[in-house]
């Protein structure tokens, strides 16, 4: 480096010989509470998707000699008022929370990080008319986009999937937008330009690459936000609908119950809770490998 | 200051049209005929009834028509009528609104009260008992669902320990013990995920500026800690601090939905929610629209005494 008069702000260098994401994951498998969430989601992946042969017993199936029971060897994890096993209704909510969490923020993606990127490019009055919007829906937590829809049209997983995507939109669109603002200024962006590359090659050769480290961060955290919004939905039983088991609505049903089987009430919600506190190390961990300076911008 | 303050409420404007216009457009995501969604259930009108109906809220005219008499009406406080109990939704509105501001307007200063110093305590004191307890506690209240530590407490206090009453609430100008006994808990598990973020906030904010070149002059020159941290220190720690603190009018709002619905508290959040089962698309609609503006201008407010704060920040560019 003693050489080099020019400081180049490029990304991290990284070693000879290894990917970049090699080297991420790297780095994140030396942070503690990384490793705890990557195991979490595994786990809960693995467990959603092959509930059927884990789990032999069918989750609406009632046992009607064991209603309310605790924890025994017929339900490790208990049964509730009409004797549906506890077990079988988590790893079936597992599924819900893990197709709400990546569709909501999928969905936010798609549609945030194209609207920042040519809010970003184009600046003037389309940035201005984006951002207006932008502005406006941010105005709306998901919660309330939700309970807006889910009287419209009705609860249902697209209903939640779509209410919490919406709710995405704006911040996946400011993220972009506020880390591309200084990549537009770059020379070789003009340079591009004048070599007379077409506005959306630009876009996604030079300004989409250079601008995705904080999507990536803010993505991760805002699934664990969606697991809690889903959950609250289910709670007051304006998400997805029963029978379909969702953690949200498993504790709107235990709750009358909560004096005769709290574990009924216990179970759901710290299984919400430990899936959340994953993917929120997971994020924290990310956002630290990939840009230590996006510390205190991304809640 | 004011030519700022001007140009932010300019900048509303937009804003404030596309949000009433979103929560407009909810009635067109109505599958089918809205005429028969507004009349509630339970009521089979026949085709001519139906058609006053849809004179009666203008559903025959052009959408952007609709908007425009729909948000005059809305401007005149009158949202319509409740298929419930047919009264004006803007008068059940106010009446709830005054019950979700008593509980919101608590669990958002116990928020504040208790994350600011617990943040700067954790700064101040980094690496001890103090800072390690005050950051799980903080990890563990943004992950933790806030309904389910109310049902949680209303486990413990209510149905085993028999403190605290779990459901209702009582107005805490009409009797100020009991609607504080009311209150202890939905306001604890409302103000949880918000204490939190205040707290990491505080925290991270106190640690910058504990490391600028500033304190440790002031160190340097032999000032006392106490004065260092509490004079020069905390007064730029709490900026970033009232923007966190400022943007939790949303979360409160959508949290009160769940947590009134939960101890039975009839507020705005609890009424939407009956709302819906009630297929009373109106009244959802003008809870929607009261909420989202509140947040609006909670933002507003924010912005503007940032600026105030901040000398930094220049108002007239």
Known sequence: ?299 | MWPYIARRLLQILPVLAIITFMVYALMLAIPGDPARALIGPGESLDEEQLAIIRKEHHLDEPVLVQYGIWLGNALQGDLGRSTQNQRPIAEELATRARVTLQFGIIAWILSAAIGVPAGIASAVYRGTAVDYVATVLSIGGVAIPNFWLGIMAILLFGVRLGWLPTQGYVDIFEDPAQGLRHMILPAFALGITSWALIMRQSRSAMLEVLAQDYVRTARAKGMREGTVIWVHALRNALLPVVTVFGLQTGRIFAGAVVIETLFGIPGMGNFMVQAIFARDFMAVQGAVLLMALAVLFANLITDIVYAWLDPRIKYDE
């Not at chain 1, 959603?48 to 000699?65: G, H, K, Q, R, T």
């Not at chain 1, 506890?86 to 569709?103: C, D, F, N, P």
């Open chain 1, 1 to 299: 480096m003693s050489s080099s008069v020019i400081e180049v702000t490029t990304p991290q260098p990284t070693p000879l010989g290894s990917h970049p994401v090699v080297e991420v994951l790297r780095k994140l498998f030396r942070i503690p509470p990384a490793v705890f969430g990557v195991v979490v989601i595994t786990l809960t992946v693995f467990a959603a998707l092959s509930a059927p042969w884990i789990v032999p017993i069918d989750p609406e199936e009632m046992d009607f000699d064991n209603l309310l029971s605790g924890i025994s060897a017929e339900h490790w994890l208990g049964s509730d008022q009409m004797g549906r096993d506890t077990l079988a209704r988590l790893i079936k909510g597992a599924q819900v929370a893990l197709m709400v969490s990546l569709g909501a923020v999928g969905l936010g993606v798609l549609i945030g990080v194209p609207l920042g990127l040519v809010s970003v490019y184009f600046r003037g009055f389309v940035d201005d008319a984006i951002m207006r919007l932008m502005d406006s829906l941010a105005v709306f937590p998901s919660l309330l986009i939700a309970v807006g829809l889910a009287a419209a049209i009705g609860g249902s997983l697209t209903t939640v999937i779509v209410a919490i995507g919406l709710a995405n939109v704006p911040w996946m669109a400011r993220v972009i937008r506020s880390q591309g603002l200084m990549i537009r200024e770059l020379d070789y962006v003009a340079a591009a330009e004048a070599g007379g590359m077409s506005h959306p090659r630009i876009i996604i050769k030079h300004i989409l690459p250079n601008s995705v480290a904080p999507v990536i961060v803010q993505s991760t955290l805002s699934m664990g936000y969606a697991v809690l919004t889903e959950a609250a939905l289910g709670f007051i039983g304006v998400g997805i609908q029963p029978p379909t088991p969702t953690w949200g609505n498993m504790l709107q049903q235990a709750f009358p119950m909560l004096d005769q089987q709290p574990l009924l009430s216990v179970v759901p919600g710290l299984a919400i809770f430990v899936l959340v506190l994953a993917f929120n190390f997971v994020g924290d961990a990310v956002r630290d490998v990939l840009d230590p300076r996006l510390k205190g911008v991304i809640h």
